[in-house]
């Protein structure tokens, strides 16, 4: 048994006998590692995946596009000049990708320049003052390309530069994150708290301790434990679906994060403390692959960009971690349209879907049934499906919301809708986090004061032109998702505090084409104004009670069936100041009515994308909620 093996097994089992915490890992894992820990290369990619995806690019297509992209690349990387201090995020994330791309080309291709590649790197990253520790995803994310760096050319570096990677690894990132471990309370601190920065500094500081973990195996063990302890505080919002709550783009921040901590844990030490065992980490990237739209856009609330499907290699390790073809399959469609040149790839980690390669797993793909409800303490997603296989079908996705938590947007109730290649009901996503007050997010805040936050600029309700109240929530009331014309109910009461008694927005699916949004307002009083939105970059025509939205050829239709004083009326979306990013080619469909008009009567509004169905469904009585059965 080695030092490290012996140590590390003895402080686990006295740190978590005497100590116990909010989700702590259960202890029946934290005893006894099942090997010493490994030789190097020991992080990500050992020697024999190595030798197998060596052999396997000969006769594997897919494999043998991506591995000459990734020469491509590599190649374009080793004429990169070095970065100069000072460290920052965007400088971090670069030199992930740029070690990552150097090391696998070095270890598949063997050729030195790129070894030396990523040497060059490693030296000069020694020789920063620091790696920003104010922001310490910076240092999470040096220290996960200088981890990867020094284990993967373990062999080629000198003893001498391998000392100055040891040092730099201890005393910019795993020294400084013991004070923080060790400090009492949660609050404020990257390692303890419920959000994205949890895992990825753990993350970070576990690569780094495993690294450098013969070398200090006192250290080592304190970062392990701890960073195993902690991270439960974020994945437990997980539960039990798999939703990320800070919205897709921090899924696929988390989980590539969180994919390279479970690879690492389970390669050196046997096991990952039943980490992958909370409680929907093992749906996660499933409930990603089927709230994906046709066009493979992804529902992009709270702060999320506006593009297309991840490109990660956290497909490829939780595909086969957890056995899901259908996400193996996904994600070698992905890679298939990048080799291609018909999408491009992203930067980061990307290229770790070389060493992580899984060839097909026959021919299952992901279903799409006419409902899956995605359950969530803060973000509850509905995703309705028409048949794919029929032109027109129509695609909605809607959701609940906790607007004060993190990344949130006062979007409760909010939906986007996709039909014959186009999406018709869009989300603008975020904007710029260095505007003032960005993150102020109480009811008062200022985050509140730009457009692309508010329920303004969201497809969902406005009472009174008032904002949605922040410290509310949206929760799901009822569903179902067998039978005839699945639904979903919203209770948004909470965030319309103070504007009405009760809110309620149901969703129910008619046909492949149409969908039924249907709102229920218990007004203050007979003389408020509630507005529908939709925003979308299609041009818009209004003839009565129905708008057609129009975009490269094709129709969409949004009709107001009910009340019969329902008023259409279109607006050109802008933003609120002019420090916001800009915004151009959006506008605004909205529906106004009374609250008296709605006192008896829902407000009631088809979707589709057949206008004879629409006709068709408006003329029809349509239950309301509480009969929604």
Not at 188 to 217: F, H, Q, Y
Not at 314 to 325: I, M
Not at 438 to 454: H, K, L, M, S
Not at 480 to 489: I, K, L, S, Y
Request: glycine fraction near 6%; charged fraction near 25%; aromatic fraction near 12%.
């Amino acid at each position: 048994m080695n030092h490290f093996y012996l140590v590390i097994s003895l402080f686990l089992f006295f740190t978590f006998c005497s100590e116990k915490q909010e989700n702590e890992i259960p202890l029946s894992s934290t005893i006894l590692f099942e090997e010493p820990i490994p030789e190097h290369p020991r992080l990500l990619f050992s020697k024999a995946d190595e030798e197998k995806i060596k052999e396997q690019s000969k006769s594997d297509p897919l494999l043998g596009k991506l591995v000459q992209l990734l020469k491509e690349e590599a190649d374009k990387a080793l004429e990169l000049p070095m970065i100069a201090p000072p460290n920052d995020l965007s400088k971090s994330r670069e030199h992930v990708y740029r070690v990552i791309t150097l090391g696998t080309a070095y270890r598949i291709f063997e050729d030195v320049a790129y070894a030396e590649g990523v040497e060059k790197i490693l030296m000069n990253l020694c020789q920063y003052p620091d790696w920003n520790p104010a922001h310490y995803l910076d240092v999470a994310e040096t220290t996960t390309a200088v981890a990867i760096g020094y284990d993967w050319l373990y062999d080629y570096l000198s003893d001498e530069a391998k000392e100055q990677v040891e040092k730099a690894i201890r005393e910019k990132a795993l020294t400084l994150a013991i004070p923080v471990y060790e400090a009492t309370g949660n609050e404020g601190s990257w390692a303890k708290r419920e959000t994205n920065w949890n895992v990825v500094c753990n993350t970070g500081m576990t690569l780094g301790a495993l690294a450098i973990a013969e070398k200090d195996p006192a250290l080592a063990e304190k970062i392990i434990s701890y960073s195993a302890r902690f991270v439960p505080n974020c994945l437990k919002h997980y539960a039990p679906d798999g939703v990320c709550y800070e919205g897709p783009g921090y899924w696929n921040y988390t989980n590539v994060y969180l994919s390279l901590l479970l690879k690492s844990l389970n390669d050196n030490i046997g096991h990952d403390f039943e980490i992958s065992s909370l409680s929907g980490v093992d749906k996660t990237v499933s409930y990603y692959v089927q709230s994906m739209s046709p066009i493979m856009r992804e529902f992009n609330f709270a702060n999320s960009g506006r593009g297309g499907s991840s490109a990660s290699p956290l497909f490829f390790y939780f595909g086969d971690k957890f056995n899901q073809p259908e996400v193996i399959n996904h994600y070698r469609n992905v890679l298939t349209d990048i080799v291609e040149g018909e999408r491009n790839h992203s930067k980061w980690h990307f290229f770790l879907s070389v060493a992580w390669y899984q060839p097909a797993a026959g021919t299952k793909e992901a279903t799409f049934p006419p409902l899956q409800v995605f359950k969530n303490d803060m973000n509850p997603i509905l995703a309705f499906n028409g048949d794919r296989s029929v032109d027109g079908s129509i695609f909605l996705t809607a959701k609940g919301g906790d607007p004060d938590e993190a990344h949130q947007q006062l979007d409760v109730g909010s939906f986007i809708i996709d039909a014959e290649g186009v999406r018709w009901a869009d989300d603008l996503g975020s904007d710029s986090y260095s505007l003032p007050g960005f993150w102020e997010y109480r009811p008062d805040g200022r985050r509140w004061t730009y457009f692309r936050n508010t329920n303004f600029s969201h497809n969902t309700l406005a009472i009174d032109n008032q904002l949605q109240h922040s410290g509310g929530k949206g929760t799901l009331a009822q569903y179902r998702t067998e039978g005839e014309e699945p639904f979903g109910v919203i209770d948004m009461t909470t965030v319309y505090k103070d504007q009405a008694a009760s809110a309620l927005r149901g969703f129910k699916f008619l046909d492949n084409h149409t969908m039924l949004i249907q709102d229920e307002i218990t007004p203050l009083t007979d003389n408020q104004s509630i507005t529908w939105s939709l925003i979308t970059s299609a041009e818009i025509d209004v003839e009565g009670t129905t708008a057609i939205l129009k975009s490269g050829g094709k129709q969409f239709f949004i009709k107001a069936v009910s009340p019969a004083g329902a008023r259409l009326q279109v607006e050109e979306a802008k933003t609120f100041s002019e420090i916001e990013n800009s915004l151009t080619g959006y506008q605004m469909l909205k529906i106004t009515v009374s609250s008296k008009e709605i006192k008896e009567v829902p407000l009631n509004v088809l979707a589709g994308s057949d206008k004879a169905r629409v006709d068709q469904h408006a003329r029809k009585e349509h239950a309301k909620l509480s009969s929604w059965k």
